[in-house]
């Protein structure tokens, strides 16, 4: 695993030894873990199937038996690494505080590499990525051939209208970043539109990181593909100079942004994963500057928190902070538990995705709202399939301040 480096010479590649075993675990993270079973009610997988190997403490003791006592990397051992969603719910309930994101990173990069998982024909996608161009012209044609209707979106975990042209974004000042990323940028542009005019509404200008920028390397690094998160990740490094704040509204893409100094390894990483916050952190540390509320009419909302924006950036709270002047907010009774999109991971485990999702929806119902708002693409996509009304934060903010972006 990678840490902090300390002092680099600028331009000097840091080689980081993994330790000696198959998986290349670190030792003490490994060993944390006491096998208490406090993380068992918030896995999602472990919800679901009631099997110790679809558990944290379960494929904690897996890793160790291929790690320590020469346990083959069989194809149990495989699907138990492979259904994890990497939620990390388990984190926060973890009294030891074990690093279960690195563990998993770590041992899905070895069984991608001896082509266990995330298979050679599916790889492809994922550079494509980094190439926004290619990726926005690739959009655009699957938006036309969805129009046919020869393209099964539900099945794909796609939009149930993606766009064929989307607006433009014209950057209006220095004063923050908007990072704009690879999927988000391509089918949920109008996302970005509204925390720019959010920020702008407080008299700031935006710019916006585009194409330079143009995939952060989250969906790489959870299939295993480390080296090319690493490229993505190097990539948007160069072009995020400066020292603005970098805002991000994508919960999965904030997570792997503020882990960008640990993945290279590098003072500039490290400075550029310093700036990162999510998009309703800003938003709420300025709420006394936002335009007085058009209307007298407050939405009924229910919170769905991202598992990356709750469990990993532990800044889910600032949507509440954010919203609370705007909207009525009602939480869901089930403590954060994850809905099952994992990014890629719901298209590559739909059975297993939709019991999941099926506990969401339950507490959904539950809580009487009828509009959730959640703040990661994946997320709104893994519900809107299923028939939920599904808003970004900012969205509604930016309705119901009665802002709109690019000035």
């Known amino acids: 695993m990678t840490g902090s480096p300390g002092t680099v010479p600028p331009g000097v590649v840091v080689s980081l030894a993994r330790p000696a075993g198959p998986l290349g675990l670190d030792d003490d993270e490994l060993s944390a873990c006491v096998q208490c079973g406090l993380c068992l009610p918030h896995c999602p997988t472990f919800r679901v199937t009631g099997d110790e190997l679809r558990s944290p403490r379960g494929r904690i003791a897996a890793m160790r038996a291929v790690e320590r006592d020469g346990a083959p990397i069989d194809d149990a051992f495989v699907a138990a690494i492979d259904t994890c969603v990497q939620c990390r719910g388990c984190e926060p309930a973890c009294p030891s505080g074990v690093p279960y994101g690195h563990l998993v990173e770590a041992t899905r990069e070895v ?213 609370a002047p705007v909207a009525d907010l009602v939480e869901l009774d089930d403590d954060g538990l994850c809905c099952g999109a994992g990014g890629a991971w719901s298209v590559e485990h739909p059975a297993m995705a939709a019991d999941i999702r099926a506990r969401k929806l339950a507490a959904i119902a539950r809580s009487g709202a009828t509009t959730v708002v959640s703040a990661n693409p994946g997320c709104t996509l893994h519900l809107a399939a299923a028939g939920v009304d599904v808003r970004h934060p900012v969205e509604v903010l930016a309705e119901q301040l009665g802002v709109r972006g690019g000035r």
Do not use: K, N
């Open 111 to 323: 069984l991608a590499a001896d082509g266990r998982i995330t298979p050679r024909w599916r790889r492809p996608g994922y550079r494509i990525l980094g190439h926004h161009r290619v990726l926005l012209a690739a959009s655009t044609v699957l938006a036309l051939a969805q129009r046919l209707g020869v393209v099964p979106s539900a099945r794909l975990g796609l939009p149930a209208r993606l766009p064929v042209r989307r607006p433009a974004l014209r950057s209006s000042g220095d004063d923050v970043v908007i990072f704009t990323g690879c999927v988000m940028d391509a089918w949920q542009r109008d996302v970005h539109l509204a925390a720019a005019a959010i920020v702008e509404s407080t008299g700031r200008g935006v710019r916006f990181s585009g194409a330079a920028a143009a995939c952060c390397g989250a969906l790489a690094h959870h299939a295993g593909l480390v080296d090319e998160a690493r490229r993505r990740a190097r990539q948007v490094v160069a072009a995020l100079d400066g020292d603005a704040p970098i805002l991000v509204d994508s919960a999965g893409c904030g997570a792997a942004l503020r882990d960008v100094g640990r993945l290279l390894g590098t003072p500039e990483a490290e400075a550029v994963a310093a700036r990162v916050l999510d998009v309703h952190e800003w938003i709420a540390d300025h709420v006394a500057e936002l335009p007085t509320p058009t209307g007298g009419h407050r939405p009924h909302l229910a919170v769905h928190d991202p598992c990356h924006l709750r469990h990993v950036q532990r800044a889910h709270l600032s949507v509440r902070a954010a919203l």
